[in-house]
Structure formats: C-alpha cells, structure tokens
C-alpha cells in the first residue's frame, strides 16, 4: 500500500501526455471521419525529431517543441489531400480504404524508422530530466519527477488551447460544423478541403510535440508506434469517438493502468489489461465510458 | 460465371494435382505450398475485408490460434493430427465469437480497433504462458513429407475457394453481405440482421484460418509468437487483398501469387535488406489505395469492361447510321 500514492501520482502525470494525443486524435476523427493508423509512427517520428534536433542544437527539447510542432504540421498539411482524395473518392468503400490507406503509411513509416533509426532505445535529455520534487506526509512518501510534471504542464497547456481554438476563434467553429456535416457545412461557406488540411496538420504536429515528451520522459525507439497507436485507441474508445470531453478522463485511467501495472504487476502484461478493459467497455457501454459517443 | 469457373478453375486445380508428380523439386514444392497456404488466407481475409466491409486486422491472430491450439493438444494431450487440425478451426471460431460479439454491433473503425488490439493481446499472451513455451516457441514431432503437405494444403484451399464461390458468388448469403457493406442501415430496413450476418462472416473467415495455421504449426514444425501471431500475416494478407482486388475471389488469388512471388524472390536474393520489405508492404498497401482502389484484377476488368461498353457504344451507333442511311 505504500506505493499506491506514487502509482496513483505517476498515473496521473503520464495520463497527461495521453491527453493530448488522444484530443488531436479524436479531432480528427470528427472532421474527417477517419481513423489514422499511423498515430503512433507519428510520435515516434516527432520523438527522434526531438532527439535528433536536441543532439544537433543542444537546445532544451521543451525549447525545440514549437520547431517541431511546425516541421509536422507542415507535413501533415501536405500528406491530408491524399487521404481527402482517398476519402472522397467514388470507387469502392472510400472509409475503409482511408483506413486502409493510413494502415499502409504507418507500416511505412515503421520500415522506414527501423533502416534509418536503427533498433536502439534512446531517451532525450532535457534540463528538467535530473530534478524532482519529494514529498513525505502522513506516513507516505511521494516522489515527482520535474520532467513529468513539466509534461503535464504542457498537456494541460495544449488542451486549453485546442479548447480555445475550438470553441473561441471562427476556424473552430468551422470545424464544429465540418464535424457536425460536412455538405451543410460546406454550404455555410466552410472550406472543407483547407479545414481538413489544417486540422490534420494540427493533429499531427501536436502529436509529434508529445512525441518529444514521451522521448525526453520515456524512451525513443523506432519500435515504439503500435504500442502508442492502441493507447491513442484506447482513449477515444473509452471516452466515446468524437466525444472530446470524455478524453482527459479516459487518459488519466490509462495512465493509472499503465503505472499500477508497473508498480505491481508485470509490465509485459499491461497491453493485456488494456485489451480487457477495452473489451469490456465495448461489451457494457459500445459508446464509451458516458455513453456519449457517436 | 459458372462455365467460366469450372472453363478455368479446373484446369488450373488439375496442374497443381499432377505438378508434384512431375516435378520432384523440394524446395520449389515447398514455395508452392507456401503459395497455395497464402492464397487460403487472402480469400477467407476477403469474406470480412472486400465482401462485408469490416477490416480485420487480427487475421494473424487466427492463424496463429490455430496453429498453437493444433500444437498443443498434439504436444501435451497425444491426440492425433487429424484430430487436432479441426480442433484449430474451432479454436478460430470461437474466438471470433468472442472478439466480434462487442465489437461487430459497431461501426467499421471500432472493429478494426479492436481485431488489432486482439492480435497483440494474444500474442502476448503466447509470450507469457509457460504451457505455449513463450518467447521460445514449440517444437512440433517431425513428419516430413512435403507431398502429404502439399496436398493436404491444397485440399483445404481448394475446399475453402469452392466454398466461399458458392456462398459469396452464387447463394443469397455473399448478396445480404454486399449490401451489408454498401449500406448497412438499408440492409436493416429490408429485413436483414446485420449483426448476425456480420458474425458468420467473421466466422466464416476465421475457420479456415485456424485451419491453415494448424497445417502450418504440423508442416514447419516449430511456431513461435513472432512468427505465428506478428502483425505480418495480417499485414501480408491485407496487402495481398488489396493489391489483387476487394471483394473478388479471383483478386485476393492474384494477389497472393503476385506478392508471394515477390516476397520470395526479394527473400533469396535481398535479404541483407528486411526492413525494406516492411517499407514496400506499406508502399504496395497506400499507392494500390491510391491509385487502385479496385485493385489490380478490379482495374483490369473495368478496363475490358470499359473497352466492351465503348465498342458496344461504336457498334450501336454504327447501327443507327447504317439504319439511318438505308432509310435515305
């Protein structure tokens, strides 16, 4: 029982970065009504951007995140009118291709960081890696690293201002209409094509800027993807598709799986638990954890 | 469509009955063994993938459900092969029932999900039981005969596409499943459960599956997570699938012997280069996508059939002048 606290705690920093990957993710979902198997590669990608521009520069990677986040909102800006065609084409089953389509770029994407990367595990150093805060009350002791804390502080910084972004500023509400319906939307005088490019870009040069993140609080390995596209998952899953509000919640319970099964299980065996609490929420509520998915 | 099936399908199954008597090559019998195996999991892939619309991406998961369940009871019960191999299928199948309950009442992306996440919950599983041997894998009782296997192979293929044709091609069932995947709503309102349909496709898909993956565990004699449940069957079906043609019989076949083809040559002559295969799997998959959505035998068949039209067209108003001279 002593270490429950700490489980607790650490569950809770690492839900953190979860969050924003999975609202990025869930936002995409809403706009373009795609899946993207490639989740995870894309923060694999954005960790050894980080890892990489860190080693070149020897800035800090909390320094190099906006570089980052415009390097992979460029690219995803560019990759998006291929899955648009893809989506809109006329031949054949245009969701299932997409989702076929982004399957083929991930398995790319893992070939291509397995030649060039190599199969070492590395892990960026930042100037938040050494430091850490500790507490001791009550008979407990709780420790609380500076670099997981700083994440958190990025997640929730990021989470505002998707939430600005989204419900304050004209080109939100243009994404709450596109995601809402598309041709209606489209009649309004939203432009779908540019919307959709812009928000994947979004999507995924804040899912690269986690990335660094998990690099820096974690490890860097090229085989690290999968592993992260089931957590994205994971989350929309149990929060419900496309239901925003549901994802913080959902992160922060995978976090605490994650941590607890670290502490006091093996950690070989958390993908299993996760299968089975994924398996269950869709057997008792397919609509995620509030009932509130589409 | 019939006469074309048995004009083709005939020949084609006569030559791969008599090529072991001809030719006594070991190695090129067992690539067509090989062969043969991938074409079966292509086509049982495309019941779910082209027909239905749902994506399986534990298809691997399957395969090596079976293979191990048929290992297992060979290795610590003593029971025979043929008794076993079925037993594989049936392993298949309920854990279809068991993965697609939950999830085939959703929409397409949470099945895809959730198949995905299955694969590498069982392959963990494999990892960390001691009865599966783990990460070490399990060593089978040798037999080795590659004609017993050849045929064996075959036979259960050759089962598998005559009947999937005639489920798919030729009984209501492949209809209530196309209109499943063109719309799953109107397939509803006419009187459908697509529920229902939806799992004995699954089922349908898994079986066969299983079985191939029994035949497998007996044929190599050693299976091991990695290579059993990795995500490369699933990835290597898909692409097969894809690449030859959604929704056909004859595409996944075309497929299968293409890729197949390609992966052994670039196997026995590149193999200093692995990673690259992961990376042309993954080019095949979202340039096909792209430029291919019907894929290669769907592609092909819209050009004829294009072409048929377009000389219809020229023939017709051919006609009409012709017609319309006369009348002068």
């Not at chain 1, 609202?23 to 894309?42: C, N, R």
């Amino acid at each position: 029982m002593e270490l429950l606290p700490q489980a607790l705690m650490d569950g809770i920093l690492l839900g953190g970065i979860y969050i924003t990957i999975a609202i990025a993710f869930s936002l995409t979902y809403g706009v373009m009504h795609i899946i993207d198997f490639a989740v995870g590669e894309w923060i694999m990608f954005g960790a050894f951007a980080g890892f990489y521009l860190n080693k070149w520069t020897g800035l800090d990677p909390f320094l190099l995140l906006p570089v980052v986040f415009v390097i992979f909102g460029l690219i995803g800006c560019l990759i998006q009118p291929v899955i648009h065609r893809v989506l809109s084409g006329s031949k054949g089953n245009p969701l299932l291709m997409g989702l076929v389509f982004t399957f083929g770029l991930g398995l790319m994407f893992q070939g291509l960081a397995m030649t060039v990367f190599g199969f070492y595990s590395n892990s960026t150093p930042s100037m938040f890696s050494e430091g850490s805060f500790f507490f001791e009350k009550f008979g407990f002791s709780l420790t609380i690293s500076t670099v997981r804390l700083a994440g958190l502080i990025y997640a929730l910084a990021i989470t505002m201002a998707l939430h600005y972004l989204l419900k304050k500023t004209n080109f939100g509400l243009g994404v709450r209409a596109l995601a809402l319906n598309k041709d209606s939307a489209g009649l309004m005088g939203v432009n779908g094509k540019r919307t959709g490019a812009l928000v994947y870009g979004l999507y995924v040069g804040v899912t690269a800027m986690t990335g660094v993140l998990i690099g820096c609080i974690l490890s860097v390995s090229a085989g690290m993807g999968p592993q992260y596209t089931i957590f994205a998952f994971f989350v929309v899953v149990l929060a419900g598709m496309g239901y925003l509000a549901g994802v913080p919640w959902a992160a922060l319970l995978l976090g605490m799986v994650q941590s607890i099964f670290l502490i006091y299980f093996d950690p070989g065996h958390t993908l299993l638990a996760v299968f089975a609490i994924l398996y269950t929420i869709l057997l008792i509520s397919p609509k995620g954890l509030f009932g509130r998915g589409v | 469509m019939k006469d074309k099936i048995i004009r083709w399908g005939l020949p084609v199954l006569f030559v791969l009955i008599a090529m072991p008597a001809v030719i006594h090559d070991t190695f090129f019998l067992r690539v067509v063994t090989e062969a043969v195996m991938w074409i079966g999991l292509a086509i049982a892939f495309d019941v779910l993938a082209g027909y239905t619309g749902y994506l399986n991406f534990g298809h691997g998961a399957f395969f090596g459900l079976g293979a191990y369940t048929t290992a297992l009871l060979m290795m610590k019960a003593g029971w025979p092969f043929a008794l076993a191999l079925p037993m594989g299928g049936v392993m298949a199948a309920v854990a279809a029932l068991i993965a697609g309950f939950p999830t085939l009442r959703l929409k397409g992306a949470y099945f895809a999900i959730a198949t995905w996440a299955l694969s590498r919950a069982v392959q963990q599983l494999a990892l960390i039981m001691d009865i599966t041997g783990g990460p070490d894998g399990m060593r089978l009782p040798p037999f080795l005969n590659p004609q017993f296997f050849y045929y064996l192979m075959l036979a259960i293929v050759a089962a598998t596409f005559a009947l999937l044709w005639y489920l798919l091609e030729h009984s209501p069932f492949g209809l209530k499943l196309k209109a499943i995947r063109e719309d799953e709503q109107g397939a509803m309102a006419l009187g459908l459960n697509p529920t229902k349909l939806k799992m004995q496709a699954f089922i349908l898909s898994a079986v066969p599956t299983g079985i191939l993956g029994g035949v497998y565990a007996y044929w190599i004699t050693f299976i091991d997570p990695a290579s059993t449940l990795g995500d490369l069957i699933s990835d290597q079906a898909l692409v097969m699938v894809v690449f030859g043609g959604m929704g056909t019989l004859i595409g996944p076949v075309i497929g299968a012997i293409l890729i197949f083809a390609f992966k052994t040559l670039f196997w026995a002559y590149l193999s200093d280069f692995q990673l690259l295969y992961l990376i042309i799997l993954g080019a095949v998959i979202a340039l096909s996508v792209v430029f291919m959505p019907n894929g290669l035998w769907g592609t092909l068949g819209g050009f004829k059939k294009k072409k048929r039209d377009h000389e219809n067209k020229l023939e017709t108003s051919l006609e009409a002048r012709l017609q319309k001279n006369e009348g002068e």
